[in-house]
């Protein structure tokens, strides 16, 4: 009988952007069609955006990329100020980034695990399945427990999940990171802003949860959502141009266009996010944001038709594409380092 | 020149299930192919849920849903007790119905529209797009300040998104609700809980960002999505048989399905979900949690694997025919009432 | 050890748009979004081009549909006159309706063997799959051989497809008919032209193989596919005012639309196809014919923009709302019989 | 007013796969997750295809791939002996690659044309779209009727397809090919069959047509596409050992997957395609051929499933990866030129 170690043997490894090249294959894809002529477009509005030296990037993460081996890409981009701030489902920052940094690794799954067929042994076996790639269910519940812990620590009051997460990367400089190239870790060294506005919704919920119910009737740390909506957009009323990279939909991309309104609400004329780009292959026809087209998104006035471009291509081969353009392209040389994380940590104060 | 009221003429008009009659049409999918076939057993399993009188049914909605004319079909389904409590997107229960239960309604863009070619003219219209359906940008930011002053009723402590919903349906109850058929104000009365767990990205978020700083230093409510986390899963523990009927996927469909682990973390040995059926468009190739299958979901100790059936339809066209299924079928006559908000507003007294 | 009967047990039944009721919900549909807002559109253009009486209609078929279950929508089409010509795919057609007629059945799967983990086990039982339906191998090499003595009966010249399915026909009538509800037997008795442009891509290719291999150097049988775009282009300029109703892409979409260019490469200025009505699930962004727009036909010459919507719905759901929406309209009382068959082999003659 | 030249003016410029490098991307796709992983799977196994001497590689084209910069791929793929025959939609082979053959050029269309919202406009100026690309209609028929030529020049007997292309191969030798980089004309070079089974199905469709209607009673050029599948069978029983390379579905994928059923037919027991790699966007759940899993295909005892992958990417990025990738493997070194077109042509002497 196949055991746990049978099927946790290959990890994944991440990409690096750093040492490939791909800007003749990207440049030789402006004049040709369909998704490579709106890759090559959606790799200059980036180097674009990193050229504008009074522009923000604001970098939005939707579906287990980590998991699938862009967590140094992800690392590289906040090393080499090409973001300055992150919007995020949780699980990429917390049961996956995080994850790897307290030491554990994704496995790649064998293909015939992908039709379902193995489950349930998997299930007998403590491995999570996502997709082709398996994770060791035991070493999660580890990390669900440390953001049990890294909330203990923290003052029993509303907290955005930025704060949260700045929590987390300094818990990793004071126990070791154990991962070269950890989003978190980098985010604290650099002081990049980190929001998953849906923070319950991962390997954290797990931890505030048993957080919650230990505590009991004690004063206990929450998680505000609306600050992390405040937070946001103070900083978009403070760097008013603004671009986006967005991989997937959802929250992350909801969210980020939202505060070009939320602005607004607070008074200030903020402009729509000047250059957007989205990777993603959802399908229009169903109406649902995730899919929405950023021109759509203009008539909600939030972001603007100059620069925009959706790429229809799965992540994993459309990021290193974009972003190892980017890099290499070297327009991000020279761009100021915002360091936000301080200049929030200080308004609350 | 186009006017506002030149694009704001036809109203989207809601599906009545109660009205049609679609159980041969669907009985008839049982022995073709393809999607058909699958929305049968979808249908059927719906219909074996609300036949097992001990399992409790979670609703889960993301998408725009309601602006697309589902609204009645799910006030229905509260009516009828055909569900328990509800996950959703903010968009749905905010922006949309709560915004139509305060007198708006949404409009039938046409069809030339969809191309986005017209995005920037709407936006000077405050036009507001989505897809093919449109609304009035005006109104909206009414709804908006709503949440603000519903903000402003509730105390200054960490809220779950079900709580401040709650209260949007007292604020209904109190201040005429203008709409027949609204989720919101169906679920006040039969008492079923409604989850947001990312409930500041929404037009409720607009109105928490208006409150937070307007209370500046003040003590001020905060939205704490681990308390929904907590809530949902205390459900799941009091009523350990349940099923799921979602439509999209999302922070609903991750959030509903992590209950189970997030018991065994309160340390209940709580079953897995025994019924599950979603419907979506969404391609499993990208790897994300939104297209991800049941049988994925297993390996996670989420989601049984016997009754469970994904249907790979658009919502407008599978709702009608699966709900409306379920209802024509009577399985739902005699089920309890469970009115878990009262249940859970004693928890927190 | 499972046999091949353990597997080929449950039918696969044809859907019945003449006892359902589909009119009430298909009209709701007219007032909401996405899929059902399109769909309520394309059942109205259909109706439409069946109370237009001087225009001819064209339906297209591609997918394997008949294996499906919607061979009697299709055989019902041409009893009630809803349909003028057909331009199919050969599988459609040759290895399932006529299949079919010659007593075969197809059969319900199983769900888990859509994940594909037991097709070495089934080749071993001589069934084939196609996705959740299963077909008994043997029962189609009959099906073969009988495409083998069709070749052989009939004179060795070149025939169009078109010739070579009015054969079928006529050996159905003469053998005996083994299916209530054959499009090849009611297309013998209504007189309506069958095309398969690519015939040699299905059972009959495998007859014709055979057919050309036994026969040497002698005369033979050819398929010109040449003819049959002749005899098509010829009907259009009989019949200028055409209408498509089309299910999938592929070739009957590409060869039925280029008819217009022909006829005017023949001299004559007929005009586009009036109406264009299409289902498919392809995604746009590819490029791809099958998934281009019909506007993007228009673009070409051959399909005109104000009646045309394509419908983003697998067909086993959207054939029945869409056939029996028209059905039970009635528009096609009185309709004109064309009868092309006999039109054609006159002038052949 | 626009004038046609405002818009063709910009060209598509054809990647080339001989001055990129794409391995070191390619290889570190190996581990990471889902289509970077299978996308490297595929380029693996397209290498080992061309490391395997005694494997014949037939490669697929269907989509419009040529328009789309992909032609200097294709012809780069026969002079380097990376493939053996070629099956194709008639579209890539006539309409695009013989159409540039002949001097013409692919332009490049800005972006809003994809919304469709002008195809009236480009209509009037006799300009033709795919998706986000332009072709000059009056440049197309001169393609046309350069067909046309070509038939009146062949005996009036049925030809294959395969034949026709060897003609068009022979008409550019002799008139001068206008384009360095010709599928066509490389074909006639090396010798490599190219076979287009729905040959009316495309530009030569009309000059098929045109020689029809022309020639009237005398005797005329026919196009049997039987004699495709006899000939492209032989070669398979030639040459036992088989894999292919498909891009897209549709009938060439059909065609080719058929040929192990019809050397069997014809008395062979050629073993199954022994390799196979798909790349599509096409969904499975539509049940239809094209999107079918090559698992699937196994049940109908036409691929192997040992080296089979199904790579999920639009081709204009797959191909440029998957192609570059095994070009600069360079495992091709030293394959035999298998030169069938003159082995074909003795046969029917």
Chains 1, 2, 3, 4 share one sequence.
């Not at 695990?113 to 082709?132: P, Q, S, V």
């Not at 126990?175 to 990049?192: P, Q």
């Not at 929250?251 to 008074?267: H, M, R, S, W, Y």
Request: hydrophobic residues 40%; charged residues 30%.
């Amino acid at each position: 009988m196949a055991t746990k170690q049978d099927f946790l043997r290959e990890t994944i490894e991440h990409y690096d952007l750093v040492s490939g090249d791909v800007v003749a294959l990207v440049d030789a894809m402006a004049r040709m069609a369909y998704s490579a002529r709106d890759l090559h477009r959606a790799a200059q509005i980036y180097d674009r955006m990193l050229r504008d030296k009074d522009c923000a990037v604001i970098l939005c993460l939707a579906g287990s990329l980590i998991s699938a081996g862009l967590k140094k890409v992800f690392a590289d981009l906040i090393r080499y100020r090409m973001v300055d701030a992150i919007v995020s489902t949780g699980a990429n920052i917390v049961d996956q980034d995080f994850f790897e940094a307290l030491g554990y690794r994704h496995y790649i799954g064998p293909d015939y695990l992908k039709a379902g067929m193995n489950d349930a042994a998997l299930r007998e076996l403590h491995i999570d399945r996502i997709y082709d790639t398996l994770i060791d269910e035991d070493e999660l519940r580890v990390c669900d427990e440390t953001t049990h812990k890294i909330a203990d620590r923290l003052d029993p009051r509303p907290h955005s999940s930025r704060e949260f997460i700045a929590e987390m990367g300094r818990y990793l400089a004071e126990t070791g990171c154990k991962s070269r190239d950890s989003i978190v870790m980098e985010a604290h060294r650099e002081e990049v802003p980190i929001f998953c506005p849906a923070f319950s919704d991962c390997s954290a919920g797990f931890g505030l949860v048993a957080h919650h119910a230990a505590r009991g009737k004690e004063p206990k740390l929450s998680l505000d959502s609306a600050k992390d909506f405040y937070e946001l957009t103070r900083l978009k009323i403070k760097n008013r141009e603004t671009g986006i990279f967005m991989i997937g939909g959802g929250v992350p991309k909801n969210f980020t266009q939202d505060i070009v309104v939320a602005a607004e609400i607070l008074g200030d004329d903020a402009p729509m996010h000047k250059y957007a780009i989205q990777i993603t292959v959802a399908d229009v026809r169903d109406g649902a944001l995730s899919s929405s087209t950023l021109k759509e998104a203009s008539s909600w006035g939030k972001v603007d038709t100059v620069y925009e471009q959706m790429v229809f291509c799965e992540a994993t081969i459309a990021v290193p594409l974009i972003a190892g353009y980017a890099y290499q392209k070297r327009g991000w040389e020279g761009r100021p380092a915002r360091r936000w994380n301080a200049l929030l940590d200080r308004d609350q104060a």
